[in-house]
């Protein structure tokens, strides 16, 4: 079982979950990356977090990577990795 320690927030009227992950998420192929959001927002959905899955990494040079909606791309420029750690408030166990 792997254990994910996220962000549960509600802005702009939705509920984000935001999952910090490897920096090797920036890597993968735009496939899977898909696969591995698929996989945590069934996890979430499992745990009773309502909302979309948003994975979060350091993608070096001081900058947060993200996947997220494009109308939310706005919002997760204006954010870093330690905002996001100074809003962690759940555990996101996976199977």
Not at 45 to 64: C, F, N, Q, T
Not at 90 to 95: E, G
Request: charged share 20%.
């Amino acid at each position: 079982m792997e254990e994910f320690k996220v962000a549960y927030l509600r802005e702009q009227g939705q509920d984000m979950v935001i999952v910090p992950v490897s920096n090797s998420f920036g890597r993968k192929s735009r496939s899977e990356q898909a696969d591995i959001v698929d996989w945590l927002q069934g996890c979430a959905s499992s745990a009773g977090l309502a909302g979309v899955v948003v994975p979060v990494w350091d993608a070096g040079g001081g900058r947060m990577g993200f996947l997220a909606p494009r109308p939310w791309q706005t919002f997760f420029k204006s954010l870093n990795l330690g905002i996001v750690a100074r809003n962690i408030n759940k555990t996101l166990r996976c199977s």
